[in-house]
């Protein structure tokens, strides 16, 4: 088992920045790959980025590719969320997400993680 604990959301006006903290317990941190995946009302959750074991790989939902990165730090077993240049249309919550691999191979859809967060609002105004 191991529990994820999302912080960092909040209100912020069109073009500001945010960065979203994940802290996992309960298991080896650096034996888990790790996402990022958001919610907005009326919609389902949809993949934003996710990063390997050992931080080397990551990949992107293209519509968040060149503003948001994705980042880990084992020696806290944290993982972040670095959101800039934000839109309204990045209002969500945002649910850090947990797959016990140490491969390469990294997932885009919810089936593909077993661990997940309480989620984190975040609110983007025009």
């Known amino acids: 088992q191991v529990q994820l604990v999302e912080s960092g959301g909040g209100l912020v006006q069109a073009g500001d920045s945010l960065r979203l903290s994940c802290v996992a317990s309960g298991r080896t941190f650096t034996s888990f790959r790790m996402g990022w995946f958001r919610q907005a009302p009326g919609k389902e959750r949809d993949f934003v980025a996710a990063i390997n074991w050992n931080g080397r790989r990551t990949i992107y939902a293209d519509s968040v590719k060149g503003r948001f990165t994705i980042s880990r730090d084992n020696a806290k077993n944290t993982v972040y969320l670095q959101m800039n240049s934000l839109k309204p249309e990045d209002t969500a919550v945002y649910y850090c997400?947990?797959?016990?691999?140490?491969?390469?191979?990294?997932?885009?859809?919810?089936?593909?993680?077993?661990?997940w967060g309480q989620g984190t609002q975040v609110t983007v105004s025009s």
């Open positions: 997400a947990a797959y016990y691999s140490r491969s390469d191979y990294l997932g885009r859809t919810t089936g593909e993680y077993d661990y």
